[in-house]
């Protein structure tokens, strides 16, 4: 069982919808990312927060909007997404702020389809 | 930017004959990480590399760090159909903060 809880698990959703991915962890972990990942593909980091703020940015497109409610939540909202947004999102959290030197703890991950 | 290539990309190995990924940053890491990902599922956090030279082993596992820091290898003595799976290096390049991932050595174990 993994730490870091991710729902819904599996979303389908047309290209004009808007929808949130919510990731959760209880750990006391205080970094927490966003990773994009394609079939066959190594993940790709989109955001970072630490200790709640936006920490990195990898210049992900405004249809991804990153929220961090508390030291626990992560959320990511959807908006006008592309069919080639298509992919395995992953969130991961880590123990210290993203400047220290942890392990990553990755959840289920949400398989998102944009039709 | 900074890339991180594994080789070989696939493997297919007989069950009990051993494995080795190796993973070649473009520039120097301040440390590298391991993740298994079975097939479906995520990561799976492996072991950690700090300094230069270091080997850590992990029962079948043994893990090396190169000298000059810009690389890695993952050897496996003896697969079995559990180690089926993408074996990914994560690195951190000397003065930034952020992981970037290998491209990844999928491993197949025929039994």
């Known amino acids: 069982d993994t730490e870091v809880t991710q729902t819904p698990k599996h979303l389908v959703m047309g290209m004009t919808n808007k929808k949130s991915l919510k990731c959760e962890q209880h750990?006391?972990?205080?970094?927490m990312y966003w990773y994009k990942q394609k079939a066959k593909k190594p993940p790709e980091l989109m955001f970072v927060y630490s200790y709640e703020k936006l920490s990195i940015n990898e210049s992900v497109p405004s249809r991804f909007s990153p929220e961090c409610p508390n030291s626990s939540l992560l959320n990511l909202h959807l908006h006008a997404l592309q069919p080639e947004d298509s992919a395995l999102y992953l969130c991961?959290?880590?123990?210290?702020?993203?400047?220290?030197?942890?392990?990553?703890?990755f959840g289920d991950g949400t398989r998102l389809s944009i039709l | 930017g900074q890339q991180v290539m594994q080789i070989p990309q696939y493997q297919h190995v007989q069950e009990g004959e051993d494995f080795t990924t190796y993973c070649n940053s473009s520039?120097?890491?301040?440390?590298i990480q391991w993740y298994k990902q079975r097939p479906g599922g995520h990561p799976v956090f492996l072991i950690q590399l700090v300094k230069s030279g270091e080997v850590k082993k992990q029962k079948r596992l043994t893990f090396q760090f190169g000298e000059a820091k810009k690389n890695s290898s993952l050897h496996i003595t003896a697969t079995q159909t559990t180690d089926v799976g993408t074996y990914f290096c994560a690195g951190r390049a000397s003065g930034t903060y952020k992981y970037i991932f290998g491209t990844g050595t999928r491993l197949k174990v025929l039994a």
């Open positions: 991961a959290s880590s123990q210290e702020g993203f400047r220290g030197n942890q392990p990553q703890h």
């Open positions: 520039t120097t890491l301040s440390n």
């Open positions: 750990m006391g972990h205080r970094a």
